[in-house]
């Protein structure tokens, strides 16, 4: 691949600042330089690729990721979970969580073992940077398309196995407070630098308050699978809105959430504690009709994905979309849009240093997009593995 990149002529957003024409340097897979193309010059050496019309961010990063693109993160094999970064790579997701539902201990080491085999295999895709354990410690009231059969109680044991066989992958954990040793396990996790969400969950107020002071610092799919808001029991929900401890993550597709609870979210919580998250199942990016998946027959009919039950079952969409619907549903500026799916999850992972925004010393992860937001090129550490855009 170039080594020594100039992408000219493009407008860029940071995601904080935005210049209508832009340069930014690549070279060996990190930025340069980054900025007004007045103020900078195209060193000899560069290959300089002209963008003109589009616009250049940072890559998405997508904290939950079931899969895409007909595969499932919970078949369990380190090439399935390449086909899921190959898929969402193409929709401008260059980073994200493999994240899981819930199973038997003997399943969950084997998405665990396929993740450790990523780190050693060299692929053209989005980078998966560790698992988001969404279960097995669920509220049976609201295991939405979880297996209600393999919920069980919190087990730090079982967490920290799963840990160990992932080559200490796991990122991030989705449970119900409320079950016995919840709390507990979550202070344990956070100590070994474990993200802890709350979701799937019949808890009421009090107890999610408790648990943000036991290490519990988001919510999952706010809003979908939890126990509702009542007056005089606000629940998570009234946590989630209240407490700004609490980051939210929300799934735009317009299916999940009605716009107006977008625009509630967005004038309480502010865009700095929003992750825009896809929920994407393998059928994603696949025509309308039924898939056997992991997770069991599911239907996708018009942008909807549904289990036997009826149920919803995550969702089709990516973040590109999640983006662009959630603008148009709340109006707001498309720096605060784009910043929920770049540099919120970057930060909330702690890799905002090297990832989630256009800046001179990050990885050189970058979209192009046109004015539409349809991508038509991405580049992940230096390396232009999807789009319309070739090198060759």
């Known amino acids: 691949m170039d080594r020594q990149l100039a992408l000219t002529k493009a407008a860029l957003l940071t995601p904080f600042v935005m210049f209508d024409e832009a340069t930014v340097l690549v070279k060996d897979g990190k930025i340069l330089a980054a900025g007004p193309s007045d103020q900078i010059e195209v060193p000899p050496g560069f290959r300089e690729v002209p963008l003109e019309g589009l616009l250049i961010t940072p890559g998405f990063i997508d904290l939950h990721v079931h899969g895409g693109g007909g595969a499932a993160v919970m078949e369990g094999t380190t090439e399935k979970l390449i086909e899921v970064a190959r898929f969402h790579v193409t929709h401008g ?41 969404e279960g097995p410690f669920l509220a049976p009231q609201y295991h939405g398309a979880h297996p209600e059969i393999a919920l069980r109680k919190p087990d730090l044991e079982e967490v920290l196995t799963l840990h160990r066989l992932s080559d200490f992958g796991i990122r991030m954990i989705t449970m119900a407070p409320e079950l016995p040793g919840a709390q507990e396990l979550a202070a344990s996790l956070v100590e070994k630098g474990i993200l802890c969400s709350i979701g799937h969950s019949d808890s009421d107020y009090e107890t999610a308050i408790s648990a943000i002071t036991n290490g519990f610092s988001s919510v999952t799919h706010c809003f979908n699978q939890l126990r509702p808001f ?90 590109e979309q999640a ?7 709340t109006g707001c500026e498309l720096t605060d849009a784009l910043r929920m799916a770049t540099y919120n999850p970057a930060r909330y992972l702690g890799i905002n240093k090297r990832k989630g925004s256009v800046y001179p010393g990050k990885d050189a992860d970058l979209v192009a997009l046109t004015p539409d937001f349809e991508v038509v090129m991405t580049m992940v550490e230096g390396e232009v593995i999807s789009g319309l855009i070739s090198l060759d």
């Open 93 to 133: 997701t260059t980073a994200f969580l493999a994240s899981t539902t819930s199973a038997t201990p003997e399943h969950l080491k084997m998405v665990a073992k396929a993740f450790a085999g990523t780190r050693s295999t060299d692929y053209k895709g989005a980078r998966c940077l560790g698992i988001h354990l």
């Open 230 to 319: 009542h007056q005089r029991e606000p629940g998570v929900l009234g946590a989630a809105l209240l407490k700004p401890e609490l980051a939210v993550e929300l799934i735009a597709d317009g299916i999940h959430l009605h716009p107006a609870t977008l625009e509630l979210v967005l004038k309480l919580k502010g865009p700095e504690k929003i992750f825009l998250v896809s929920d994407a199942m393998a059928p994603t990016g696949m025509p309308n009709g039924k898939y056997q998946t992991p997770e069991g027959e599911l239907t996708l009919n018009k942008g909807s994905l549904t289990n036997q039950n009826g149920d919803l079952a995550g969702s089709v969409l990516t973040l």
């Open 323 to 329: 983006v662009k619907n959630f603008m148009d549903y």
